[in-house]
């Protein structure tokens, strides 16, 4: 049977896979896979702190709240490098000097 702790070290693992995406990565594409691994992490704790939880169904509530949250995330964030790409010609965060120009 799994338990609620190897539900909880899966969830630390994508966590610590997203911080190094973020830390590592200079494509802006990657820095937001990095922060949809974070929130996926995030979501998969809410799932199992919900699924050991006998009363009610709080866990699953907020995970489907935040899932909601995360496409919507996504959807502005694709929409932000879209418009960089097309001003600057790169994704790289680190060589756009300024936003409005």
Do not use: H, W
């Not at 935040?66 to 502005?76: C, R, Y």
Request: hydrophobic letters at 55%; proline letters at 1%; charged letters at 15%.
């Amino acid at each position: 049977m799994i338990t609620l702790s190897n539900f909880l070290l899966i969830g630390a693992g994508l966590f610590c896979i997203g911080i190094y995406i973020i830390l590592s990565k200079r494509n802006a594409i990657q820095v937001l896979i990095g922060i949809e691994l974070i929130i996926n992490s995030a979501i998969l704790n809410l799932v199992a702190f919900g699924k050991y939880d006998k009363v009610n169904n709080a866990g699953q509530a907020f995970a489907l709240f935040g899932i909601v949250l995360a496409a919507a995330a996504v959807a502005v964030a694709l929409a932000i490098i879209l418009n960089v790409y097309r001003q600057y010609k790169t994704i790289d965060p680190t060589k756009v000097e300024k936003l409005k120009g």
